[in-house]
């Protein structure tokens, strides 16, 4: 592993590639880096380094990193772990955006905490469309219900979908599940489901996928390990 700076432009450098093979626009890619159980000094060399979004799993350590790392509120943290109810209020109160609702209980209790945080709070749709029974997500065929319920939540902002397909080795093997979150997500834009507020968000690929993942159109890819190396 080289430094985090060289990591970062490394995986930068391939995101615009995979960008430009896939005739997109490089800026419309952004990189959440994955700081969960990285060791501060990690975070704090990627925060010189200029990444400004970050991904998180855990909501205790989160806090602490943000308070730590952001007490002036200028960077963007994305929880992307899978979240109970009882954590909803914190995750509405510390994150710029909750990328894991999966059901409507916790959808609509994020929407109450945010009411009363007064802010309103962008989340995405976490699709299961490896359908594996161990993984968070709603199923593909349930994503217009879930969505069609959560327009009745004023203070959530859903931007789009989510999802993390079935581990690989292969990073080939998650094409068609990319493809499938990018087609459900057209689906559900011309449903009118999608697509309110601007452009529709594709959260998809990590660290050992994330090209083929921008070649299917991601716009945000969640990359861990090839930025700061193996987790505590
Ligand atoms: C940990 C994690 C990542 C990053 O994984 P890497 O393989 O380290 O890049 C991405 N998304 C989610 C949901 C994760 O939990």
């Not at 909750?98 to 994020?110: H, N």
């Amino acid at each position: 592993m080289g430094t985090i700076a060289d990591n970062l432009a490394a995986v930068r450098a391939r995101i615009a590639a995979a960008a430009r093979r896939a005739g997109r626009d490089p800026d419309a890619v952004r990189l959440v880096a994955v700081s969960k159980r990285v060791p501060t000094e990690r975070l704090r060399q990627a925060i010189a380094a200029g990444q400004r979004l970050f991904g998180e799993n855990y909501l205790q350590e989160a806090q602490e990193k943000i308070a730590e790392f952001d007490p002036a509120g200028e960077l963007g943290w994305h929880f992307i772990g899978h979240l109970q109810s009882n954590k909803a209020k914190a995750a509405a109160e510390n994150f710029t955006m909750v990328e894991t609702v999966d059901r409507l209980k916790l959808a609509t209790l994020l929407d109450r905490h945010a009411a009363m945080a007064g802010r309103v709070l962008a989340v995405l749709v976490q699709v299961n469309v490896g359908g594996e029974r161990q993984k968070s997500g709603v199923a593909p065929e349930q994503a217009a219900e879930l969505l069609r319920a959560m327009a009745g939540l004023p203070a959530l902002r859903v931007m789009g979908l989510m999802t993390m397909p079935p581990w690989s080795a292969e990073a080939e093997a998650s094409r068609p599940h990319f493809r499938r979150l990018r087609f459900l997500a057209e689906e559900l834009t011309a449903q009118g489901l999608l697509g309110r507020h601007g452009k529709v968000e594709l959260s998809m690929g990590m660290s050992g996928d994330f090209e083929v993942a921008v070649e299917e159109g991601a716009t945000l890819v969640r990359v861990g390990t090839a930025i700061f190396g193996p987790r505590l």
